[in-house]
């Protein structure tokens, strides 16, 4: 007799707390040690062995070429038996830290949390003799970078049904809950000015002022800010004074901004307007430009049918105790929102229920509370819905088929493609393995610069 919905939860549930504890010691043990984007080989380590030591996992170190990437595979014994394709579903887990404050986005809860969904379909479909595979990817660089978009590029979501993980949120106010958290997409950039050194008291009419290029274009910058749509957010700094010296022109100067919007749609609406003002901040000073694409996220879409799955759990076995909200909004991006735009997909965000108002996500104060254990249990809770809502799409043909039809509409409304086409035009992606080489770019249609 196929097992029940209730059955499917308690077996989750009793893998998941067997692995409890140790998946505690990983999570501190990733959150002593935050390292940054590309950088998590601690965290490789700690989570890759923990992985090969649950039975019939399959784990590859640096998977796809990525230092730090890494993937945990489970095929239950009823799939070999069977000898078709099976479906697979995927869990993300994240690892990077952030600059000065270490982790405190709390990716370390993300991690374990990974792991224990993926254990919880493991221990199920094995239980129950049912087919199906689930990958762990063990994914870099989140904060910055776009680990997901380079392991997008290898194939690495290639045959998943769907794709799932989750983010530790704000304070829950005493109650555990969760929620599909909305994200903004983003493109980031670095913009380079070339002029030329001059003595700034000798001969100043010699020099062409590279900083006066920057300064003008963040200032133009912040002129336009009043007329962007009020979703758009345009945030940048200077970089380059290690070179600077008052009494010299600057010949080199550097932007580092980022550009974010509620969609790829209107991110590729406000773009262009950006750059017009990097390219009049050369024009006033006589300097050159170039422009290095960094991450491009997309915004987060969350699918109704992973969404449902997961709230059947929660409120099956936490009750009144648990808050689920259909939506949360953040102004936060992320490169899983590449993801969603790949196959059907779910980003819940849970809270923190002893986290005060002001330890929120890249706060300071947030990194103390990404290691409560009151965190952990949290995300212990968060975890066992996703492996719930993971499992049924190994089970369900009914909710894959639903799912895609869903993803098939919600693609056509995003219209990703074109504004992807739109982006790539006016600032050409930069080539992976080229050092980030830059894109060149002219913010106007005719000019004398030959492009
Ligand atoms: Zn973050
Ligand atoms: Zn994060």
Known sequence: MAPTPADLRKAINEAIQAARD??????????????????????????????????GFVVTKHAYDLPTAW??????????????????????????????????????????AGCAA????ARTLEHFQLPGKVVLIG?????????????LDRGAYDEFEACLML????????????????????????????????HAGGAPEKGRNALDAAVLAYQGI???????????????????????????????AKLLYGVRSTTLTSLAEVVPRVLRCFAGGALSSNTSYSIKRGHLYHEVRPAKGLSDAFKDFVEAEYGDDYRFLER???????D?????????????????????????????????????????????????????AGLQVLLDPSLRKRMWAEWEEDMKVAQGDKALAVLDKVLPASKEGEGGKPGSFCAFDKCACGH
């Open 22 to 55: 140790d998946l505690r010691k990983v999570s501190l043990s990733i959150h002593e040690k935050p390292e940054l984007a590309w950088d998590e080989h601690h965290a490789h380590d700690v989570l890759t062995e923990y992985m090969e030591r649950q039975s």
């Open 167 to 198: 983010h530790p949120g704000t304070s829950g106010g005493g109650k555990h809950g969760a929620g599909n958290m909305t994200s903004a997409a983003l493109i980031a950039m670095e913009v380079t000015y070339n002029g030329a050194p001059a």
């Open 336 to 388: 899983f929102g590449n993801v969603c735009f790949k196959c059907p997909s779910l980003h819940p965000m849970f809270f923190l229920p002893d986290a005060t108002p002001e330890e929120h996500p890249h706060s300071a104060s947030y990194t103390k509370a990404a290691a409560e254990e009151s965190a952990h249990e949290a995300a212990i809770r968060a975890a066992s819905a996703l492996s719930y």
């Open 328 to 334: 949360v909004e953040t102004g936060a991006s992320t």
């Open 222 to 252: 912040s002129v336009l800010r009043q007329q962007l749509p009020k979703d758009a957010k345009v945030h940048g700094v200077f970089s380059g004074e290690d070179k600077w010296s008052p009494n010299v022109i600057p010949d080199e």
């Open 139 to 151: 994914t870099p660089a989140e904060e910055q970078g776009g680990g997901k978009a380079a392991l």
């Open 118 to 121: 993926a254990i919880g379909v």
């Open 71 to 112: 993937t945990a595979v489970f095929t239950s014994s009823a799939s070999s038996k069977e000898g078709e394709k099976v479906p697979v579903v995927g869990f993300n887990s994240e690892m990077d830290a952030l600059k000065g404050i270490g982790h405190a986005c709390g990716h370390n809860l993300i991690a374990i």
